[in-house]
């Protein structure tokens, strides 16, 4: 072999080896950019899941505002209507409050009313012997009908006449009045308790409209709420 054919050999080894090189470098250089693209794709998907975590965390707390802000006004809402509501049933109390300032005016209803009220206190306290208190501007009255009253009571109980004692040292506070409206008052009506005190009924005019009122408060309530919901 000469010189020639030893050169051309070489020069094909060269060929060879370069084209497997340059093959070799090309499944390198596409494997590379194969690894790169899913690594690249892996990394996005990765932001795309932490921004997709991070909307629905902050969704969750818009949301969670949102509710705790409706809760709030929701809550606020009723307590102003409930406030509504007790401003009206406070007026009408003091409505009616102020009605009761007209039953006194009639003597002749008002005297029979006090007896009533005395028989009524007489049967609850079932005691023989009582201290009665009054207004004094309604002494006179009080007084014109204790017989009456004690027989009343004796005849409905069957038992005989109790001593009724009115107190004339304490009295009941006099009717409301515009000039000290913070003052104690008495609209009318009779306080009367055992002779030692342990047992008291009271059953002034303004005693019995609280009652009346604490037991229809359910129905008056639901009146107005009737007339909200309308």
Known sequence: MNDTDVSKQIQQMVRFIRQEAEEKA???????????????????EAEKKKIRQEYERKEKQVD??????????????????LQAQDDVVNAMKDAAAKELLNVSSNHHVYKRLLKDLI????????EP???LRCREDDLHLVQSVLDSAAEEYSEKASVHAPEIIVDNNVYLPPAPSHHNAHAL???GGVVLASKDGKIVFENTLDARLDVVFRKKLPEIRKWLCGQVAA
């Open 26 to 44: 090309n499944e390198i250089s596409v494997s590379a950019e194969e690894e790169f693209n899913i690594e690249k794709l892996q990394l996005v």
């Open 64 to 81: 969670v505002r949102k509710k705790i802000e409706y809760s709030m006004q929701l809550n606020a809402s009723r307590i102003k209507v």
């Open 119 to 126: 028989v009524q206190s007489l049967l609850r306290l079932k």
């Open 129 to 131: 012997s009582v201290v």
């Open 185 to 187: 008052s008495c609209s």
